[in-house]
């Protein structure tokens, strides 16, 4: 009582003995909306051949020992964003505002109209559809989840410049002291806790398990974002969810200074395997990308 709850998966080779510390937290160490993922040993990279690492320029599985560390339970709302740029000047808020040209997988804008709300607009298929301010964002063409709260979306369309704008953001004013982007082994740790999973549930990925290109039936205007959480049912073993599917995340990595990690809306099943990576570019601004926050643990 009084302590947060702690996850420990373990990997344990056949008559390896392993002597474990494990470190209480009191309920309010950790930011609101995060989770504490233990420091420990874990598989990192794929155990594929060479060509299939290629692919999804992975290292060759080994373990990893990882430091303690906090991760944001799911990904950046829009809310969250926009609490964000409303607290920025003008002319920064315009730079940093979500935006992406509709290209092969859709476009994506948010703005103020003339009365000062915000109004989010999502091109998929050539259509067009608005929601501003609390009106519930409807889809065409889905057998469920049709109408959404946008302000419950991942924001996309944004850089890795504004991903750690808005991650410093949060540091300076206190919301969430030492907010980082993830590193690519913290965002993988976090992702399959000990053993060589292929996604954070498991081995087997069913239609509904993850928002991505089979999940509406590939129908091109049922493509988009659903809001964070929707689909527990790939939660990994530390309780995060959406690490695969719904957008790509930015994380850091010593060997690429940028990289994408867990696929999105309107990837398919090889996208969103915990060991895939796909290297980013300081420019990069598409409907398909968000972010996910880590910090140190302290």
């Known amino acids: 009582p009084g302590y947060t709850p702690v996850r420990y998966p373990v990997l ?23 989770v504490y993922v233990p420091a420990g040993r874990f ?6 051949g060479n060509a299939i690492r290629r692919t999804i320029a992975a290292p060759p599985q080994h373990p990893l020992e990882v430091p303690a560390f906090w991760i944001a339970r799911t990904e950046v709302t ?8 409303d607290a920025l000047p003008s002319a920064e808020r315009a730079d940093r505002r979500p935006r992406s040209p509709a290209g092969f997988a859709g476009g994506l ?36 989840r049709v109408e959404q709260d946008w302000g419950r979306f991942p924001v996309a369309g944004v850089t890795i410049a504004d991903a750690r ?33 292929t996604y954070p549930h498991g081995d087997q990925l069913d239609d509904d398990d993850a928002n991505r290109d089979r999940t509406y039936g590939q129908v091109p205007v049922a493509f988009g974002p659903d809001e964070v959480g929707s689909h527990p049912a790939s939660d990994s073993v530390f309780g995060v969810a959406d690490l695969i599917g719904n957008v790509w995340e ?17 990837q ?11 290297a980013g570019e300081p420019q990069l601004r598409d409907a398909l990308t968000g972010i996910r926050l880590c910090a140190t643990a302290r």
């Open 43 to 48: 598989l990192y990279g794929a155990p594929q």
């Open 109 to 144: 804008e948010l703005d103020r109209d003339p009365e000062g709300t915000w109004v989010f607009v999502l091109t998929r298929a050539g259509v067009v559809c608005r929601s501003r301010g609390d009106q519930r964002f409807r889809y065409r063409g889905r057998p469920r």
């Open 268 to 278: 398919g099943n090889m996208s969103l395997w915990a060991t895939n990576r796909w």
């Open 165 to 197: 704008a808005y991650a410093a953001w949060l540091d300076a004013t206190g919301r969430v002291p030492g907010a980082r982007l993830c590193s690519d082994a913290e965002w993988e740790r976090a992702a399959r806790g000990a053993d060589d999973r």
């Open 12 to 34: 344990l080779a056949r008559g390896e003995r392993l002597e474990l510390g494990l470190e209480l937290l009191a309920a309010g160490d950790i930011p609101a909306g995060f």
């Open 250 to 266: 930015f994380v850091d990595s010593p060997a690429h200074a940028i990289l994408l990690r867990g696929g999105a809306w309107y």
């Open 78 to 85: 829009m809310d969250e964003y926009m609490a964000y740029l």
